[in-house]
Structure formats: structure tokens, C-alpha cells
């Protein structure tokens, strides 16, 4: 399972969740205690909001502990929103353009979680694109192929229901094509201007999520694993929740993809 962290607010440098805390996520990327695996060393990426729409953004391959550069550009890189991630894959290669955020125009796209038999239905999931979305995939995760499905769905217009009907897509293709369903989802995106996060599971094991204000109450970060041991200011995400960071602060709403809703 991968480890990530995702800031909306006043302006801060990204090493406030990066680099600088006694669990920050370069700390994560070597021991982490809230995860099925300790070590996420395949990869990283950030991608961060500033004076253009579209977010800036830098990936590597090298596990985020070794890499002396990211240390640097997280000391120096001040944003009001930015996300940033550290891998431990399980489906795809450990290369660039599968190492998350993935990046879309002015979306951007992370993930910790999995698809049960992805290998089985990823052609499928990948008919349902149009020409331009399916050119646009460079990597070969389920992660980046969801990001993409959401989009198809009309993330631009609506988040919930694009992500709602892209985890309801997989949850059917995995019924049909395999005879079961096990999807593991925990998420965060934006558009720039708002910054989203699911935790969803059709298990009770969905991947960790925790948020805190940081500096005033407007501004939030979200989170795999509290940065510090101040547990008291980190409040655990509920399995079947989206969590929306705005102007107006953050605000909770349940989450549940259409399959599951119509099942029920």
C-alpha cells in the first residue's frame, strides 16, 4: 500500500508535509505504521497548484528517502494546494509514468488501494474511454486508468458522481469477469481550486485516511498517517466518505458508488 498527503490553504511550503515533521511522508516512505507494508520505495511524485491552471509536477523512481532533490524543491516550492505521494506498487512497473500524482489538464490524481483481478478486466475498463483519453494513459497502473475513467464520467462537472460511477464500473466488470469484487480505495484529486478525497472499501479494510487543520481553520491536510503524535488533532476518515477542502473549509459527505447504491 502506498502512503500520501494532500494540503488545500493559505500557502505553505510542501516541506510542512513533506520533509519537515517527526512522520513526514519521506519518513512514510521507509517506516510506515499504518500500512500493510513499512516500506514504500517504489517511487514518488508531488504535484502542486501555482500561478497557472494546470499543476506543476515531479516524479521519480528512486525511493523519496534517497532522492536529495526532493528534499530541496519541498523546501523551497510554496503552494496553496499540492498533493504528494510515495509508492509501493502493486500493479505496474516501477518507472516514471507510474508513479503517482497523474496529471490531466488542470486535474491531478492519487491513489492507495487495489483492484481485484485488474489484469482481467483492465481492457474492458479501457474501452470505455474515448480516443483522447485512452492516448492520453503513459503508465500501466490501475490508478492512472481510474483517474481516467473518472474523467470520461464528467469529473470536470461533477467529482462525486464521476468517482461514484468510475469505482461502480469496476465493482461490475470484476462481478461479471470474475465472480467477485474486491476494490481498496483511498484517493485525493483537485481541479486546482478544490481539493476531493474518497475512502472507500466494499470490505471493512479500506485504505487509512486522517485530516487536521493546519494553521487557520480554513485551510487542511489529509493524509495516510498522522504526521505527528498529536493524535488528538488527526480525525480518522470513515470508510464510505468524501471529504471536499474549499474556501468554506472542509466539509463530509458519504460516499457510495451507484452498483452498490442499486444492490442496496
Request: overall charge negative; charged content about 25%; some cysteine.
Amino acid at each position: 500500500m502506498c502512503r500520501w498527503a494532500a494540503y488545500r490553504g493559505d500557502p505553505i511550503y510542501l516541506e510542512e508535509l513533506v520533509s519537515s515533521p517527526a512522520h513526514s511522508l519521506i519518513e512514510q516512505s521507509h517506516c510506515a505504521t499504518r500500512a500493510k507494508t513499512a516500506t514504500n520505495g517504489d517511487g514518488f511524485g508531488i504535484a502542486w497548484y501555482g500561478d497557472r491552471p494546470e499543476p506543476g509536477r515531479y516524479r521519480d523512481i528512486l525511493p523519496a528517502w534517497s532522492d536529495c532533490n526532493l528534499r530541496s524543491i519541498a523546501r523551497q516550492i510554496r503552494s496553496p494546494l499540492f498533493l504528494a505521494h510515495v509508492r509501493a506498487a502493486t500493479h505496474g512497473a516501477t518507472r516514471r509514468d507510474n508513479c503517482h500524482p497523474f496529471v490531466h489538464g488542470r486535474w491531478c490524481f492519487m491513489h492507495n488501494g487495489q483492484i481485484s483481478g485488474f489484469d482481467r478486466i483492465r481492457r474492458r475498463m479501457e474501452s470505455l474511454l474515448s480516443d483522447e483519453l485512452f492516448h492520453a494513459r503513459t503508465g500501466t497502473t490501475d490508478s492512472e486508468l481510474l483517474f481516467l475513467l473518472a474523467l470520461e464520467f464528467g469529473l470536470e462537472v461533477d467529482p462525486h458522481a464521476a468517482i461514484a460511477r468510475a469505482i461502480a464500473t469496476v465493482e461490475s466488470l470484476s462481478e461479471e469477469v470474475c465472480g467477485d469484487v474486491l476494490v481498496r480505495f483511498t484517493a485525493a484529486f483537485s481541479n486546482g481550486e478544490a481539493l476531493y478525497a474518497v475512502r472507500y472499501a466494499t470490505d471493512d479494510k479500506p485504505p487509512t485516511l486522517y485530516a487536521a487543520p493546519l494553521g487557520n481553520t480554513l485551510s487542511y491536510c489529509l493524509v495516510s498517517e498522522p504526521l505527528n503524535d498529536d493524535t488528538d488533532s488527526w480525525a480518522e476518515i470513515p470508510n464510505g466518505s468524501m471529504i471536499v477542502v474549499n474556501d468554506r473549509g472542509l466539509d463530509a459527505e458519504p460516499f457510495l458508488p451507484e452498483a452498490t447504491a442499486r444492490a442496496a
